[in-house]
């Protein structure tokens, strides 16, 4: 990839990232975070939440996905950084006989922000939403931004 | 710990082994069985159990570590087996706004079995034992034996 053939505004894709409750019990034991609110819903509602929540850092980490794919190289992310906004509640499935499927879709999309010839490097700026109990798609993650090394 | 001052019959101990929904998502992560039955109540419901259950293989490793510490070394274990017969269902907390506690007693006890002084090892028999979902304790692991190197 060349500085030159890129441009600020262009978009670097988009992508949908399916979570479910197994991922998060997954990242749980992988973090090591094993805060209830990811994994109980019960603990979740009586602190206040709409319900078990996404690690902030499982979205971040998820988001991030789409600018290493695009870098081709996880070591070209210089610096990451992002604002956790609203949380990313994620269903259980429903019904009694329903397999264990549920969860929620992140929405990511990427654009160039800005071009440093000297440094060669652009920074990548995220959109990052999902929806919220009523359905409706929040911003989840603001101001994330990374930092490529091209 | 000296072959001669052991005798057949004898206690090696007994152990009270809390287990919480917190442990199993910590073991569903380090062992990577993500089966919901061990995280989702629904889910455990749905297939026919009386709710969460501990993972066979966290209660068969939690319930030898009587013996591994009773022999003062994991590699003194030269052979453990087990069956399973009963679940051992683990409960959530109950109320709204109790913390996330809740959760399951596992109790241990061994006691020799058997020496071999020409190998120097002795058999050490288990007795695990758990409520149900009634509260009545049941046998959950069978011919639970570990084979002991003094």
Do not use: C
């Not at 988009?14 to 991922?23: G, K």
């Not at 603990?43 to 600018?67: C, E, N, S, W």
Request: cysteine-free; overall charge negative; glycine content about 10%.
């Amino acid at each position: 990839m060349n500085l030159a053939e890129l441009e600020k505004g262009q978009s670097i894709g988009t992508r949908e990232i399916p979570v479910t409750r197994a991922d998060l019990v997954r990242y749980a034991g992988a973090s090591g975070d094993l805060n209830p609110i990811h994994w109980n819903e019960r603990f979740a509602r009586a602190v206040g939440l709409p319900g078990v929540i996404a690690h902030g850092m499982f979205t971040m980490g998820a988001a991030v996905q789409l600018v290493v794919d695009w870098a081709g190289d996880p070591g070209a992310i210089l610096d990451y950084q992002t604002r956790f906004t609203k949380p990313v509640p994620v269903p259980d499935a429903e019904g009694a006989g329903s397999p264990e499927t549920g969860g929620s879709v992140v929405t990511v999309s990427g654009k160039i922000a800005a071009l440093d010839a000297e440094a060669s490097t652009v920074r990548v700026d995220l959109a990052v939403t999902a929806p919220d109990e009523a359905g409706k798609d929040q911003k989840v993650l603001v101001k994330a931004q990374a930092v490529v090394r091209l």
